[in-house]
């Protein structure tokens, strides 16, 4: 008796006039599509945001980098260069750029992990710029790489860091190891599309990243290796990039090391976010 008496208290439905849903569908004024700009913009701050929510996130970009700075000086730095002080003068841009390389694998991690979720399918349903997903991914990462400087460059001039190139130095420096970060993150986003698990992603980044990092002008000149090695290190991307950072922060400016790392990342954002557009058209 309750049942029927609930069902006839319900109101009923009518269905909705074919022209009333004509009104609601082709309106006139209809939001403007966003901007190739605004779209990379807008998935940069859900970045951030994500941040914001998971702080603990930060700490690949704040204590790891202290503790290698202190780790390397004073483990290092009385048995190669006669004192801490001495060596950190050598090792802190090695140590920046290093760090920053590092973290880069973390935003092939992120897209692993929101394909896994799902959210790539709603992503693929707007109507926005295609690429916007994926650089906002790398915007949100330019502001961790940034922190990661900052945070190394505290430490160091605490220490005793003296950059001879002054503040100009420092920054173009700094600058121009975001502008290839940003490039060289494109890698890791191929990896993030390409493979099944955030697992699978971690362990290709850290085989390709250990020999490319220790394998380099970070920690000790070149000169002291062996002939084999030497030749490795001296194609090694790292240890241009390490050259560069620390020609500019010394005050003695290398322009072939810098421009190789211009060109080396123009050509790594070329052909890895090709690939990787590819691969997210059609996963």
Do not use: C
């Not at 694998?105 to 109507?127: A, C, H, Q, W």
């Amino acid at each position: 008796m309750s049942t029927t008496a609930v069902k006839e208290n319900e109101p009923v439905l009518a269905a909705p006039k074919a022209e009333d849903l004509a009104a609601v569908l082709i309106a006139k004024n209809r939001p403007q599509r966003p901007t190739a700009l605004s779209a990379s913009v807008t998935f940069g701050w859900r970045a951030m945001l994500k941040i914001k929510h998971v702080p603990e996130q930060l700490f690949d970009v704040t204590a790891f980098p202290i503790m290698m700075t202190l780790m390397f000086t004073y483990l290092f730095g009385g048995a190669l260069s006669g004192s801490p002080t001495e060596y950190l003068q050598f090792v802190l841009p090695g140590i920046m750029a290093s760090s920053i390389l590092m973290i880069t694998m973390y935003t092939g991690i992120s897209v692993n992990t929101d394909i896994e979720k799902g959210v790539f399918d709603r992503f693929r349903t707007l109507p926005i710029w295609r690429p916007a997903a994926m650089v906002g991914y790398l915007l949100g990462d330019m502001l961790r790489y940034l922190i990661a400087s900052v945070v190394i460059l505290g430490v160091g001039l605490i220490m005793g860091f003296r950059p001879g190139g002054g503040v100009g130095g420092v920054a173009a420096a700094i600058l121009l190891l975001l502008a290839f970060s940003f490039a060289f993150s494109w890698i890791w986003t191929m990896f993030g599309l390409l493979l099944r698990s955030e697992k699978s992603v971690m362990g290709v980044s850290m085989m390709v990243l250990f020999p490319l990092t220790f394998l380099s002008n970070i920690y000790v000149n070149p000169e002291t290796m062996p002939g084999w090695l030497q030749a490795f290190v001296n194609v090694n991307p790292v240890t241009h990039v390490v050259a560069a950072v620390r020609s500019m922060m010394e005050g003695n400016w290398d322009g072939g090391e810098i421009t190789w790392v211009l060109i080396a990342g123009g050509v790594i954002l070329a052909i890895f976010g090709t690939l990787t557009m590819r691969l997210y058209n059609r996963k």
